[in-house]
Every structure is written in structure tokens, then in C-alpha cells.
């Protein structure tokens, strides 16, 4: 099971959610219960597919990048290789294996038609990493070497999707060849960061944060002061993307430390692993805090208690009770 981001309201394994202990539901890269998502628990033994052209049914509606897509049954034997087509030609940067990957998606059965899952009903894409063991192999080797902004279609059989087990609480069955239309929204890495300019760092009641972009944490110096009673969120560095909504989710860098202290609590540069959440799953410094605030940027946030734990944080995080919390967090994506 992935570890979780400490952000997460009451989750010792993720910090910054409001999700209970070890409940992965409300992460982003899960599918709604009863779905499949394209998620693999199990190392695949498969050799590499063949990539072949088709054959592939069809897009019949919402043929537009980020729309639901309809898509025709599948016609006549599907292949027994990886057939995949990029359906739409984005010029983003390009998806590498081990990426993690922000996509919309929908899968339906070849022989049926029937839709087992899809994100766009959802209104947010599935965050997940494209390695073996995390994801089916089929959309591994499909969406390696396409770009961000792509539209890509790909069928895929059962020896690169579920197997011979399938999912049959999703309705699939290990002879199932799978069809999905993938939208690839964003593709991030451990040393994604910030881009934008430089913000003057001019109080010294607050805490200073380094303005490296190389994928390394950031330094954050806390000033030999009281900590301030109410919320601050500050650009540390402003970028030029579109403003994050207060219902909106996000993709981020962050590493987390207490004011008393100093003391680093959490970080996904220690995992070397972005994350994703919605804003609605967050404690209420960060929903206030990232509200408003642009793709791109990285911005220090300082969580009084009464928007962090207060006197209930998690179990074995190494926050004491009553502590306001230091962050930095860079914007990676959001929609």
C-alpha cells in the first residue's frame, strides 16, 4: 500500500488529510468502490508486449481532450499484443517509467462495451506512478514516451491487465480484453519543483524557505520568535499557472517541520514521491492556504493548531499537541 502524505487530517502515514488511519479511499489513485482502477498489486512475470496499431473501436463522443469519451464494443478479435494509438498529439513534457502520471481515464470490456470505471464522473484524475507492480503493464508500456497534453486509446489483454483472475468485482473476467482512453494531464518525478520568480522574504517573525529548484528539499529557518497566532501563507516562489479553487485538487511537493522545533515531521523529497489530494481532504491550513494560490509556485504556510491538529495529532507523527506547523509546498498541478 502506498504511504500516504502527512498532510491528511488524522492519517500517521500522511500528514496532511482528514481521511481516518489507513483508509486509502479518499486518495486520489484509488477507483470508487466496486471499480477497477488501473492500479496492480502484484509484480507482472509478462515479457514486453508488442506494440501494434489496432485493431481499436471507436471514440464516438466527447472526442475532445478532458472530455468523458464514449467509446464503440469492440469489433471482431481484439489483438493479442498492446494495441495502442494517440489519439490526440499533445507537446507537454514527455511521460518517462517510474513517472507518477495525472490522468483522466475510462475503461470498458472489448466484447461488451460495458464501462467499468472512468475518473471523469469523479472530476478528478488518478494520480499513480507508472512502475511495474504499481500499475497494469498495459498502460505502463502504452503511455511511456507520450505527452503531456495526449489523448491515448490502447486495448489491452489479459496478460498485461488483471490476468487470469481478473477483477470480478468490477465485472471482469481473466479472458477480458480491456479497452481504455487515457487522458495524460501531467507528469511529475521526485525532483519536480516549483518554476516561477523569486518573492522577497522580508519578515523575520517568519520563517525563511529556500528558493532551490534542483528536486531537493528546501531549507526552512524558523526565526527565535513566537510563533504568529493566526494562519500565514506567503509565495516563496510565484509561478504562472491557473489559481487553485477552494474545491479544487492538487499535486505538490512538500516538507513539513514543527515551529518549536524545528523538527522534520513529513516530506515527499524524503520519499522521492509527489502526492495528490483534493483540498476538501485537507486540514484547514492548507484548503485556506492553497486557495487562490497559482500553479508553479511554492509557498510557505504557518498552521496555528486550531487549523492543524490542535490537540489530537496523529499517533507517532512527532507533532505535540498545540503545535503550529511550518510548511513548504510547491503547486506542481491542479485542476
Known sequence: MRRRSLILAAVPAGLVTLAGCGDDKSDSSSAADGNASPSASDPSAAP??????GPLPAITAGTEFGEKPTVAKGSGAPSDQLAVKTVIAGNGRTVAENDYIWAHYLGQIWDTGKVFDNSY??????????AQGGIIDGWRYALA????GSRVELSVPPTWGYGKEGQPQAGIKGTDTLVFVVDVQGTFNGKSSA???????????????????DGKAPSIEIPKADPPKKLVANYVIEGDGEEVAADGSVVVQYKGVVWDTGKEFDSTYTRSAPTAFSLQQVVKG???GLTGKKVGSRVVIVVPPELGYGDQPPAGSGIEKDSTMVFSVDILATV
Open 286 to 288: 492548507w484548503s485556506q
Open 121 to 130: 464522473d469523479r472530476k478528478t484524475p488518478l494520480f499513480i506512478q507508472l
Open 195 to 213: 518554476e516561477g520568480k523569486d518573492v522577497p522574504q522580508d519578515d523575520a517573525a517568519l520563517p525563511k524557505v529556500g528558493t532551490n529548484t
Open 48 to 53: 514486453a508486449p508488442k506494440i501494434v496499431d
Open 145 to 148: 514516451g507520450k505527452k503531456v
